[in-house]
């Protein structure tokens, strides 16, 4: 059975917009993103939503409907999501968006289980962060 993510769009503050990634299948996983990481993130979740089937433009405070993932863009983004938020500095965002994009995506998968499952799930996210960019 294949994962399914939701992405969605909501506002955090006045005129401010914050994304949500949920996996569907099982228990549902929710991370959200706003601020200076959905900024560093923007051109390469752009991108993906290109690879599903969305024009960038559709990437709207106003939207109410999530967009629909598979299973493969899916697992990327939430990896991404779960990198990057507690992250401060750009340069280090930047060079965890271009390790997960380098990654097979057997390593995405192997890192998406660890970073979301277990009792050692904050140490896993730790782990990437520093393997990619020395965090």
Known sequence: MQRQFELRVFQCRPGEMALEIVEKNGRPKAVRIWGVPLKVLTETLLNILRKQGYRPTELA?????P???NEVLGVRLALLFLALKPMIKPARMEEVIA?????SDEEAYYWYAKCVNGPHAERSRKALRILLAEE
Do not use: D
Not at 61 to 65: E, I, Q, T
């Open 99 to 103: 390790g997960v994009a380098a990654m």
């Open 67 to 69: 967009f629909c993932l």
């Open 61 to 65: 405070l106003k939207r109410k409907a």
